[in-house]
């Protein structure tokens, strides 16, 4: 499936599918690389679930030649393509307690132990679909559909930063301190959006995540060394 519709008059949107999908998003994240490296007038991609957002100077680059020629490299993809994620980042989690207030009622609602919770949401390496909401927000595919769980009724006006999340059938981190109504199930230390950092975002669109359970004892040092400016983010091989 290829779908292209005009946004705006500098913009096309090109739609792979219709539905999370890890297989869609791979698709998504390959053609923005094709853009980037055959598409001079493109002059930003942005990569969403399902679509890819390709901005353009619509006078140097008129719509209609664009059109075509991000076509044939979206038909040029194929339909299947192995979803590797180019890093894993392992984020340390302090899950339950003050850190995540809704795992019990998360527990309760999906009929396991928090243990169980803990440990099923711990076991994917989650694929980073997109990031928006807030900076460095990473929406995730590959959540156990046994923790799918509905949103709070009523959003909390502040969630902490670095709080991890269950809301529906996905899973986020919250990387500043905002409003939201997905369920904290835990919390992670490390700051997923530092304006100040030569990188200012942990992860992209692409990477892989795997979530890593610490104590609250590890959680407090890793903090310390976060504030130190001591912390390393640490990736699989």
């Known amino acids: 499936m290829v779908r292209i519709l005009a946004q705006g008059e500098g913009g096309i949107v090109v739609e792979l599918g219709d539905a999370i999908d890890d297989a869609v998003n791979a698709r ?7 853009v980037r ?10 990569p969403s679930y399902r679509s ?3 901005l353009h100077d619509p006078v140097t680059h008129p719509r209609a030649g664009l059109v075509r020629r991000v076509r ?4 040029g993809l194929g339909e299947t393509l192995v979803s590797v994620p180019g890093r894993v980042v392992r984020l340390p989690v302090c899950y339950g307690g003050a850190h995540g207030p809704d795992l019990d009622e998360v527990a309760a609602l999906t009929g396991l132990s928090p243990g169980a919770v803990v440990a099923l949401h711990a076991a994917p390496v989650y694929r980073v679909h997109l990031l928006g909401f807030t900076p460095g927000f ?8 046994a923790l799918t769980v509905p949103r709070l009724e009523v959003p909390r006006s502040r969630i902490p930063a670095g709080s991890v999340a269950i809301g529906g059938g996905q899973t986020g981190v919250y990387p500043i301190e905002s409003p939201g109504g997905w369920r904290l199930v835990g919390r992670t230390p490390l700051r997923l959006f530092d304006p100040l950092r030569p990188r200012p975002f942990l992860l992209a669109a692409g990477d892989g995540l795997r979530f890593v359970p610490i104590s609250p004892e590890a959680f407090e040092e890793q903090a310390r060394r976060v504030e130190a400016g001591d912390a390393t983010v640490g990736l699989e091989p």
């Open 52 to 54: 890819l957002l390709v």
């Open 72 to 75: 044939t490299l979206a038909e």
């Open 28 to 34: 998504v994240h390959a053609l923005a690389a094709a």
């Open 138 to 145: 990473p929406y995730l595919g590959g959540l156990d559909p």
């Open 37 to 46: 490296a055959h598409l001079d007038g493109a002059v930003e991609v942005v």
